[in-house]
């Protein structure tokens, strides 16, 4: 191992030297890297109307899966796909800014969880016509999830950054949820 070691120390010596203050455990380790710095950070706050129920619902399932003994959630395999109105606050009434197109899928055996996967769409203001790509694990009883923001289009190319998600109401079926979300690009 130190054999090993010593030789790639030549080729790696920027690498290594920046490892001197990083953060290990068995399966993880992290290295400063100083050479990205963003142009701007963009902090976007949102209202997320999840209708399910009702005569205009905002996202409908469109599987039924087979129930499997290996799942403790039945609900394991639904796939929701919505298309979601975005406003400035949590009142459905209150200004729509954009849609959240996408779908989401109950992908955890043991807890009720979903896979997120949307385009945030934005019709207004300066970012009309631009959108962020969200992607992530959303365990939607826990008070706040977190999603990785992929990328983006128009003001948001080569976008990254995170969105947090926290619900803020719910009524049968359906839920209020607030976002926050970071988006350097
Ligand atoms: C689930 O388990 C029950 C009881 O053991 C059994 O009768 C049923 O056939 C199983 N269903 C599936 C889909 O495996
Ligand atoms: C957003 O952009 C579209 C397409 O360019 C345009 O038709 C629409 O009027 C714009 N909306 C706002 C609120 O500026």
New binding site residues.
């Given amino acids: 191992m130190a054999k090993r070691f010593q030789l790639i120390l030549p080729l790696f010596s920027t690498i290594l030297l920046l490892a001197v203050t990083a953060e290990s455990n068995s399966y993880s380790k992290t290295t400063p890297f100083q050479g990205y710095k963003p142009e701007k950070l963009t902090h976007l706050h949102f209202y997320f109307h999840d209708v399910i129920s009702g005569d205009k619902p905002t996202a409908i399932r469109v599987t039924v899966p087979?129930?499997?003994?290996s799942s403790a959630v039945s609900s394991f395999g639904v796939v929701v796909i919505a298309d979601i109105p975005l406003t400035e606050g949590p009142d459905r009434s209150s200004k729509e800014i954009g849609r959240a197109q996408g779908m989401y899928a109950s992908t955890d055996m043991n807890t009720l969880s979903f896979t997120m996967v949307f385009n945030l769409v934005f019709t207004e203001g300066e970012f009309n016509g631009s959108t962020v790509s969200m992607y992530g694990r959303n365990p939607i009883f826990s008070k706040v999830r977190e999603f990785p923001i992929i990328g983006g289009t128009g003001a948001f190319r080569l976008a990254r950054g995170y969105a947090q998600a926290d619900t803020y109401s719910i009524s049968g079926l359906d839920a209020v949820v607030e976002y926050n979300v970071f988006v350097s690009h």
Wanted: glycine letters at 0%; zero cysteines.
């Fill in positions: 087979p129930v499997v003994n």
